[in-house]
């Protein structure tokens, strides 16, 4: 009984913790790189390209093939073994073994082995490029939701100097020293600032519910994420020259490498598609043999009459007849050979070599040709505009991080005007110098600068990791 208990309090605090479980940003982007379908699909990708650098060495290997029948005839047929035509029933069968080679096909299959090779790679860039794509997704869902949580800190933490300040409002309007419209001012505040908490905690609902869709988790009452210690951690990639990023990006980067390899695919095509116009050798070689169990006939001597005397011609002048002794054969039916006998008695070998010589099928070849040499003349522009469109996207993440932290510094500096703006409305509003109202009013500007400094850091966090990335920091290791 106490050990069932045991195990009992064993499941509760496992069961507890794994509720009480909080999701670091680490922890959320490998757990989205396992599980995210876009990531799995992408693995596929990679599967279905190294199936078809298997196909391409195959191609490389002699084709061995082998094929057998069985058949009964009745009637008249042909016997296979004898090709007799003769009118009776048997059981007949046939066995063959054909190995082929391809000496030369003009290079299109060491093409198409190199074409499979540069496509796994060209894959798993692409997974590597879906990759960042995730851990960025993540990583700004993942900032969200802590933004809006230091949104309600704040909500929560001025919504308690609200309630002070009507605590004290009542005694004062006791006392006569301020009139009641005052303390209905303060009331009217607080309602706001409620109103505002729950739409704060509205917030973090959705934004959990959010990532924990972005993470296919559907326990959604549960999911919560750890949001302390999230800083800004090293600015110094922000300080670099951008020329010096974007080189960096440019050796890093996957959107290149997957235009590199995208051209590369692109030569391999042409070259496979002129190789069509070479000859092609190949060379052959097949065993085949074949049985029957049909009965034959034979001429043989006869052992009672073995010779037989006939005329042959006569004498010219005499008439006198000339005649000679000839074998006396008689017919009798023979029975099949055994199984055994007959296939080594009725094998044969064929082998050889064929070669064939393209010259003419309705400019096919050559429409191809020139098909693969417009796309691999894309793919080059493409490989430009890829690399135009990185020298764009990395002058644009540099020059927003850079502006998040201009904005980031002005929100702090307008946090400390606020900040003494409010303390000095406070204390006229605590010696009856200010009404209530322009006092709540300074409180608002103060709550806003404050959720306007979160805003600011949180939004230069994100595009900061932005360039780090373009920098070539794997998102797994970027530092929070």
């Known amino acids: 009984m106490k050990k069932i208990v045991s195990i009992f309090i064993v499941l509760i605090t496992m069961s507890f913790q794994a509720q009480s479980k909080k999701w670091t940003l680490i922890e959320c982007v490998e757990y989205a790189l396992e599980n995210n379908i876009s990531v799995k699909q992408s693995e596929l990708d990679i599967e279905v390209a190294d199936i078809d650098r298997l196909t391409a060495m195959g191609n490389f290997m002699p084709s061995l093939n082998a094929g057998t029948g069985v058949s009964e005839n009745t009637g008249l047929s042909f016997n296979p073994v004898t090709n ?4 009776t029933t048997f059981l007949s069968a046939s066995g063959n073994i054909n190995v082929g080679y391809t000496l030369f096909d003009g290079l299109r299959n060491v093409r198409t082995l190199q074409r499979a090779k540069i496509s796994i790679l060209a894959s798993q860039y692409r997974l590597d490029k879906m990759k960042d794509d995730i851990s960025l997704f993540v990583a700004n869902g993942y900032l969200q939701v802590i933004l809006n949580k230091a949104n309600l800190k704040v909500l ?10 009507i605590e004290r409002t ?4 006791e006392a006569g020293s301020i009139p009641r419209g005052d303390l209905l001012e303060i009331h009217a505040t607080d309602a706001s600032e409620k109103q505002s908490i729950i739409n704060a905690e509205n917030n973090i609902t959705i934004s959990l519910i959010s990532l924990a869709q972005l993470l296919l988790i559907k326990d959604y009452e549960n999911f919560d994420i750890e949001d302390e210690g999230y800083d800004i951690v090293d600015s110094s990639i922000a300080d670099k020259d951008i020329s010096e990023i974007l080189a960096k990006s440019k050796e890093t980067r996957s959107e290149i490498k997957i235009a590199e390899q995208n051209v590369s695919i692109a030569e391999k095509d042409f070259q496979i598609a002129k190789g069509a116009n070479l000859p092609t ?9 074949r049985y029957t169990n049909t009965t034959s006939f034979t001429q043989i001597i006869d052992p009672n009459n073995p010779t037989v005397t006939q005329q042959i011609g006569v ?8 005649v000679s002794q000839f074998p006396n054969t008689i017919v009798q039916e023979v029975g099949a050979d055994s199984f055994i006998d007959q296939l080594s008695q009725n094998d044969g070998i064929g082998y050889g070599l064929n070669l064939n010589i393209p010259i003419f099928n309705g400019f096919a070849t050559k429409g191809n040709i020139k098909r693969s040499k417009v796309n691999l003349m894309r793919s080059k522009f493409q490989l430009e505009q890829a690399e135009l469109d990185l020298e764009s996207t990395v002058y644009q993440a540099y020059v927003d991080a850079k502006g998040s932290f201009k904005s980031y510094e002005a929100a ?15 204390e006229r509003y605590d010696v009856g110098l200010t009404n209530a109202f322009d006092f709540s009013q300074s409180k608002l500007r103060h709550d806003n600068a404050k959720i306007q400094v979160n805003q600011a850091k949180y939004d230069y966090i994100f595009k900061l990791k932005v360039l780090e990335l373009y920098f070539g920091i794997p998102a797994t290791e970027l530092k929070f």
């Not at 007799?84 to 009118?87: I, M, P, S």
């Not at 050798?281 to 043999?289: M, Q």
């Not at 004498?315 to 000339?322: F, K, L, R, Y």
């Open 315 to 322: 004498v010219e002048g005499t008439g006198q007849s000339v």
């Open 84 to 87: 007799n035509a003769q009118t």
């Open 412 to 426: 702090l500096s307008s946090l400390e005007s606020q900040q003494l703006a409010y303390e000095y409305a406070k």
């Open 170 to 173: 009542e005694q004062l309007v």
């Open 156 to 165: 929560k933490s001025q919504n308690e100097v609200t309630l002070e300040q």
């Open 281 to 289: 050798l190949s060379a052959f070689f097949g065993y085949n043999t």
